[in-house]
């Protein structure tokens, strides 16, 4: 096994906290804090500077630019950063793989997928999205430990899913934050570097997912130029202001038009519209909202909006602008498509089913034809959401 002087894995796991023992080979790693010459288990010489050995561990599309990074230094032999570069990822149901996987295959680096992890000599492991706990004894077999990627400003969205929870809450800032991995817990080790940046207004989880992934691509680069220096650098999380990013169930996508607000749906489209649609239910029949949008302050003023009362769930076609409109808790939001068997734009719902339907029921209160929140069988409302993007 591995073993590394003391400075360049910064404090103990757990914190280094008082009545908590390390392990014995974390102990070990404690001894050996500055003497000259260190050498591992099997007699080499621990490397101080690059060009690093890195076992990438990855899954999605911001791991692959993590992953692209990583790649493009190894090809610059000026700057002799990366001299080896392979990698981890999962089982996919896709023939293709994943994007990390799909990336590697491209750019012919050895692939395993978990929990084959080859047997390669490493100086340093690095995680993005992977998903994963990994061990101690893992952790241990790399010199420098293993470097975490992770889309958020930790303490705050530790978790799986940060850069969408980012956005169905509505944060004004978020940034990247490079972190040593710790065994047994998401998201808790030192920060080595971190940086933030203003959410672009009205952005969605992928929109935000393309620029952070980018933004942690650079900041490994940075980390790895001066690696050493940066572990002994790391400071521990904050204890205030933790907050967790579970994954997304499938129950998540059921808008409650009685309790959330037009910006509460419009968030949540834009957190996960592009990896599960928004579902609702009308007339006992599930119906999927593709193409929400915020509704014009022109189309507010309409005498269909203004003159009646209406309940949560009630729906009026806006001839004008050709959406359906969707009262919720506080106001309005739009519709410019959905899927009923197959997908319809506003204008055709309209036409083949609403209109058909006042027609033959021309007594009836419009809130019988209205939208209802729609309550998923128990296995399904629990049944966890394949969140490719922004998982770690």
């Not at 003497?35 to 621990?46: I, L, N």
């Not at 409109?325 to 009923?340: E, F």
Request: glycine residues 8%; charged residues 20%.
């Amino acid at each position: 096994m591995r073993v590394l002087v003391r400075r360049c894995w910064g404090p103990l796991p757990g914190g280094g906290g008082a009545g908590r023992r390390p392990s014995p080979q974390w102990r070990a790693l404690a001894r050996l804090c500055g003497s000259p010459g260190v050498e591992d288990g099997r007699g080499s010489r621990v490397r101080k500077k690059p060009p690093w050995r890195v076992l990438f561990f990855g899954t999605d599309q911001f791991a692959r630019e993590a992953l692209r990074a990583l790649h493009a230094a190894r090809e610059n032999k000026e700057e002799e950063l990366i001299e080896k570069l392979e990698v981890v990822t999962v089982t996919s149901p896709s023939p293709k793989g994943l994007p990390v996987k799909q990336y590697a295959v491209q750019s012919q680096l050895p692939v395993y997928e978990w929990p084959d992890v080859g047997s390669g000599e490493y100086d340093v492991g690095v995680v993005a999205s992977f998903g994963r706990l990994l061990s101690e004894a893992l952790i241990l077999k790399f010199p420098y430990g293993i470097l975490n990627v992770h889309p958020s400003c930790l303490p705050r969205w530790r978790g799986p899913a940060p850069i969408i929870h980012t956005v169905l809450h509505g944060d004004t800032v978020t940034g990247v934050t490079i972190m040593q991995i710790r065994p047994k817990r998401f998201d808790v080790g030192p920060i080595l570097k971190q940086e933030t940046i203003p959410v672009p207004p009205k952005s969605t989880a992928k929109e935000l997912e393309a620029v952070l992934s980018r933004l942690g691509a650079d900041m490994l680069i940075s980390v790895l130029k001066n690696l050493p220096e940066s572990l002994s650098r790391g400071r521990q999380q904050p204890t205030e202001g933790v907050t967790h990013a579970p994954k997304i169930s499938a129950g998540t996508s059921c808008i409650k038009w009685e309790e959330q607000t037009s910006e509460q749906i419009l968030r949540l489209y834009r957190a996960i519209g592009n990896l599960i649609p928004l579902q609702t239910l009308w007339m006992d029949n599930t119906i999927k909202l593709l193409d929400l949008v915020e509704v014009n302050s022109s189309v507010l003023t309409d005498p269909k909006l203004t003159g009646q009362a209406v309940i949560p769930g009630s729906i009026i076609y806006h001839k004008q602008s050709q959406i359906l409109l969707v009262c919720c808790k506080d106001g309005w939001i739009g519709l410019r498509s959905v899927m009923l068997k197959k997908t319809l734009t506003a204008t055709d719902f309209y036409n083949g089913y609403l209109h058909p339907w006042h027609q033959k029921n021309p007594q009836a209160h419009p809130s019988q034809c209205r939208f209802q929140t729609l309550r998923l069988p128990t296995k399904k409302r629990g049944k966890v959401v394949a969140v490719q993007q922004c998982m770690k």
